[in-house]
């Protein structure tokens, strides 16, 4: 069973950037497709990125299509999501997200999650 950790959360202004990344233990990482959701408040969690299991393969939500980019290394057990351009509708709990379903769609979420975290953009 896998462990994810996340990191690089924080507060930055409007227009700014942000790295976040997750560190997976506890699993063969290459085994997993790797994902990103998000949750505001007072809203459902959802799909940000995801990315394939050798990293060939992305998809984005329309929203943060050309804005943020999905990245992994396999030999660090690490996925990254590098976000540009933010804005205040970004705020949001970001949360790291396994899947080890074999061809499942690169939007979807598995069972493993990470504990999650803040990002917020002030305008």
């Known amino acids: 069973q896998v462990q994810l950790v996340e990191s690089g959360g924080g507060l930055v202004q409007a227009g700014g950037s942000l790295r976040l990344s997750c560190a997976a233990s506890?699993?063969?990482?290459?085994?997993?497709?790797m994902g990103w959701f998000r949750q505001a408040p007072g809203k459902e969690r959802e799909f940000v990125a995801g990315?394939?299991?050798?990293?060939?393969?992305?998809a984005y939500a329309d929203s943060v299509k050309g804005r943020f980019t999905i990245s992994r290394d396999n030999a660090k057990s690490t996925v990254n999501l590098q976000m540009v351009s933010l804005e205040p509708e970004d705020t949001a709990v970001y949360y790291c997200?396994?899947?080890?379903?074999?061809?499942?769609?690169?939007?979807?979420?598995?069972?493993?999650w990470g504990q999650g975290t803040q990002v917020t953009v002030s305008s």
């Open positions: 997200n396994a899947n080890q379903a074999f061809g499942a769609s690169l939007t979807a979420s598995g069972p493993y």
């Open positions: 990315i394939n299991w050798s990293g060939a393969r992305t």
């Open positions: 506890g699993g063969t990482f290459g085994y997993y497709a």
